[in-house]
């Protein structure tokens, strides 16, 4: 069953343009969603239900102005049309360029839907993973597990002739450990998440999420403090792409870009970084967590090269940052948390490519300095590009081999000069989830980087 039978979606468009405006749009979805959390050692929260809603945009003089209701009726879409079209009005009601093309996307495949577990069912795996992690050793102090999935339908039309529909699934587990030992206290932290079903437990089973966090934690208690100063850094394809993520990705956006709020402004077509690095950012990976068919504008997600052999290609664009820039059309990067919020310009699967250096190579050539296999949290000042990162599992590297585990790293340095300082890139390839937090509005997404070799940065240590 669509989610625009019986609305006059043409009649809602006019009307949203009956008092001017370039560009009109309709965005539906209808979610059902489970969220369970389990912490001290009990269930904290349940969450089961479904909401469903319509947003209404209108872009008039590059302006977005922005509405949204529960009464998806043509009726109730028509009284709300009229409230932005009041906002907006501009002058001279504007039109639907051309006719719809209707499209619809069954999403990717999915094995084992997670409809067809109970609730109780869930519960149970929330419970597993709290009890298999607990279980592996007395300094494991405190548990958090949570559980999520979601099913969701969308429906975009808008002025330009788009008309698209979407089926969408999702799920994420993570398992989050606080250890401690003699007045040291460290954190373990694994998840897993993605656009599929239970299936992500055949190659994530609870017993190896719950084992990882447990045991990252555990070990970083027994480890000494890291040394600071300026030295060669590996980072593992298992450290998560925070790096590129937050010091690189979050400048290619086009909205900071256009704003000037980028380092990267007004540098396409400029060597942003050495030879050997090619940035990626690509929302057609079937079952990534930061992939769909559309985005949530209704353009095609697609793979672009933002950085290709260290030159800057392009930046990611939404359909009102590409109007900015007299583009045709968004590169698929056009994204919103819910009905609730208008899009703007987001990440999806954001990567560094793989090259052509063994990952062995990589290590063999430090003498000494430092691998990171594991990245935490950390801040970015997009204008500039300064970052500081926290490592949470990481190793010094002695002779060109893996040495003793150390605790308290920070990374620090510039997106700009981390991107043109990497002159080893591995062929392999490590992906991690997240969501990622911009404008008051969380979106889910997908980082991915092979082993690459930083042979010169700022290390933080001591502390932790």
Known sequence: MSLLDNIDAEKVIKAALSKGGEFAEIYIEDVTNTSITC???KIEKVLAGRDRGCGIRVISGLKTYYSYTNDISTEGLLALASVVSGAAKSGEAGDIKGEFKKEHAKGFKILKPTGDLSLAEKVKLVKKGNELCRGYDSRVK???????DGYKKVAVVNSNG??????RDSILYLCQAVTEENGVIQTGYEPVGGAMGLEIFDDNPIEKIAE???KRGIMMLGARKAPGGTMSVVLSSDAGGTMIHEAVG????ADLANEGLSVYAGRVGDKVASDVVTVIDD???PNKRGSCKFDDEGTPMKNNVLVENGVLKSYMYDILSSMKEGRNEGTGNGRRESYRHKPIVRMTNTIIAPGKSKVEDVLKSVDNGLL?????GGQVNTVNGEFVFDCTEAYLIENGKIGEPVRGATLTGTGPEVLNSIDMVADDLGFSIGTCGKCGQGVPVTDAIPTIRIPEIVVGGGVG
């Not at 405190?142 to 999520?148: A, C, L, M, R, S």
């Not at 979050?250 to 956006?253: A, F, V």
């Open 39 to 41: 912490e001290a050692d």
């Open 142 to 148: 405190q548990v958090k597990v949570i559980y999520g």
């Open 162 to 167: 788009v008309w698209v529909e979407e089926d």
């Open 212 to 214: 990882t966090a447990a």
């Open 250 to 253: 979050h400048g290619l956006e």
């Open 283 to 285: 929302g057609t990976m």
């Open 372 to 376: 990171v296999k594991k990245m935490g």
